[in-house]
């Protein structure tokens, strides 16, 4: 899904002659790839590094783990789809603009901005109930609020890249 919506942005470039084109897509679509891989070593080593991701999801079954890395790869793809997407510019302002959207991705003003839509997700889609309860506080956590927390972060995050 990551590398779909980076290769999103790359369609902009699309001219009448069709080798540019192809040769556009074709170097433009292995920089996203590269940087695909690049942005998801650096959300496991700045973002999850207290969790072994791949150990939750292939041992433990973890679906919040597979959760978090799908997450990971959706943000790293909306940057990626904003920083190559256009007319204008190269590839080494692509670089820039990918390396400027991580380090906000990694900082701080993602997690105010989480923390603002968790509590609005509790206050508008749930009210009653607290999402933190009803995934890590029962013995079998509920999924389904689960999911609805992990598509508040998804369109938020959307409606954020959207309006930049």
Not at 11 to 34: C, E, K, P
Request: include cysteine.
């Amino acid at each position: 899904m990551g590398i779909a919506i980076a290769l999103s942005g790359t369609l902009a470039r699309i001219s009448s002659d069709w080798q540019y084109t192809l040769l556009n897509f074709t170097s433009y679509g292995a920089f996203s790839i590269l940087l695909m891989l690049a942005g998801a070593w650096v959300c496991d080593r700045a973002i999850l590094r207290r969790c072994d991701c791949a150990r939750e999801i292939q041992e433990e079954h973890n679906v919040g783990a597979g959760s978090l890395e799908a997450g990971c790869h959706i943000g790293n793809g909306l940057i990626l789809s904003s920083a190559l997407g256009g007319e204008g510019g190269n590839l080494f302002v692509g670089l820039g603009c990918w390396l400027l959207g991580l380090g906000v991705l990694v900082l701080g003003f993602g997690l105010i901005l989480l923390t603002a839509i968790r509590w609005l997700g509790d206050l508008i889609l749930v009210p009653g109930v607290k999402i933190s309860d009803e995934i890590a506080k029962q013995e079998i956590p509920n999924l389904g609020v689960g999911f609805i927390e992990a598509f508040i972060y998804i369109v938020s995050s959307a409606l954020v890249a959207w309006a930049v």
